[in-house]
């Protein structure tokens, strides 16, 4: 099983987090039928909201990131939360792009660079937080470090891969984050840096499918790291019948009524698995009864 694990080192100068998500982003290619390259931009969202969600604090707690540069994929949507679970889609899942001249997916093409990163956290508070930061590169790894820096003052290095095998299953996945630890002197800032800049080609390291203790080991051999939490990953959706049947009771009842008389059935699907709901007319004509019931009960409250 892939897991998630987060930690600092030794010396408290920085936080990590690290993930193997080979598993969670070919569940996401097989449910949404994606090309390599949005296979590879979808992984690297999911592998960020997963470390992302690993760092809120209650069970409850869930972050989506919403990500669109302009470019052919359209918007990128993934929702994790602080137990290991995530979900996400793309809009055009079927966009193919050549290589770039260096032979890789051309993810920052396929996201494009005009646009935003946008982040919100609900926490449980009367409103969820939101922040958001403009896109650097489309590349998705260098924009999560940027939306830290610029939203929360927080930073960031993150590093994403994701490595398609020529069948467009998903060969290898995973990534990592690292956060400074506030008051650090001028020495620590420039040690954790210079080993850093040390580390290219992340997907190298989940590709020889090590665990992720050694990973992380062998991207920052200069630091004794101590992990303090480990936990499974999965993608999961929540999607069910009656949540499904909340959507359409949500539209009111002028519009379901207009479905009865046009269609006299209604079918939802979930962007997140691709499952498809059904609802015949007597589901719709309960519906009709549950709003009617609720307006009722409100009309009594109000008497009161």
Known sequence: MRYIIRGIDKNITFRFFAVDTKEVVEQAR??????????????????????????????????????NGGGPLGTILVTADSMGHVK????????????????????????????????????????????SSMLVTGEIGEDVAAYF???????????????????HSIKSAGGFML???P????????AVETSIAKINNVSSFFEKEKNLEEIMGALLPDFELNITEKALVSYRCDCSFERMREVLVSLGEKEIEDIIEEDK???????????????DEDDLKDMLDKIANRVHLNDKQDML
Do not use: W
Not at 149 to 167: C, F, I
Not at 183 to 190: A, F, K, M, S, Y
């Open 179 to 181: 956060q400074l630890m």
């Open 30 to 67: 097989i449910y949404h039928n994606t090309t390599p390259v949005a296979s590879a931009a979808l992984g690297r969202v999911l592998t960020a909201a997963l470390m992302m969600g690993f760092t809120l604090k209650n069970k409850e707690d869930k972050i989506t990131v919403r990500i």
């Open 265 to 279: 059935k209604a079918e939802i699907h979930c962007h997140f698995c691709n499952k498809k709901y059904q609802f």
């Open 183 to 190: 008051g650090l002197n001028d020495d620590e800032i420039t």
């Open 149 to 167: 820096y610029n939203s929360e003052q927080q930073p960031t290095v993150v590093g994403l891969g994701v490595l398609v095998d020529k069948d």
């Open 88 to 131: 996400g889609y793309v809009d055009n899942p079927q966009v193919d792009l050549d290589a770039t001249d260096f032979g890789k997916l051309d993810v920052g093409g396929a996201v494009g660079k005009d646009g935003f990163i946008q982040v919100t956290k609900d926490m449980g508070l009367k409103e969820p937080y939101s922040g």
